[in-house]
Structures are given as C-alpha cells and as structure tokens.
C-alpha cells in the first residue's frame, strides 16, 4: 500500500502476536491434521502449512496448553511461502479469555 506521498505505508496491527510453536488441528472433512501454528494474537494466528487455491475458509481447532480448545471457522487473510495468515471468525466470550489468558504473560 502507498501513501499520498508515494513512500510505502507501514500497517500496525490492533492486536499483538505472540511466538508460539503450538500445534493447531485443521478439521477437513473427514480427516484431522495438525499443523504448527508460528504465532498467535487475539485476531488469529499464522499456520505454518498450505491450503488448497481454493480454500478460503478453514475450521481450525487450538489446544491452548493448560486451558481449553478453541474450535473456530477462520478466512484465509494471506498466503505466504511458509503458510498462511488466519483471521478467527466469532469467538465466545470463554475462548477470548482463554486467548487472554494464553498471550498475557508472553507479550513484550
């Protein structure tokens, strides 16, 4: 994106991202597979893995360590060489505590 002036814009992001090499099931219809996730915010998280061309959509389930599953359908925000970009779909108020509960003590 560029700006009026013509010099690159830098987007900052609402949420953090916090470093987290935890693995993340993709529910497929029929099958489950687990993948890594690279990091993590209170918006979505990057999957190191790739989705078809096709693929805008995918439900994904996320074991945060010591708390609960969070079980949600995410879009496809980006697609780079070593994964793709995830933004969660509606969460409720007990997965956003525990996304809480997981980024707290590892943000900067």
Known sequence: MMTPAGGPRTVERYHPRVEAHIPVKVLLPGRTVTVQARDVSMAGLFLQAHAPDATQRLTIAVPLP???????????????????????????????????????????
């Open 66 to 108: 010591g708390d609960r599953e969070v079980v949600t359908t995410c879009e496809i925000r980006r697609r780079e060489v070593d994964g793709v970009a995830l933004e969660f779909g509606e969460l409720d108020w007990d997965d956003l505590i525990a996304l809480a509960r997981f980024l707290h003590p590892r943000l900067p």
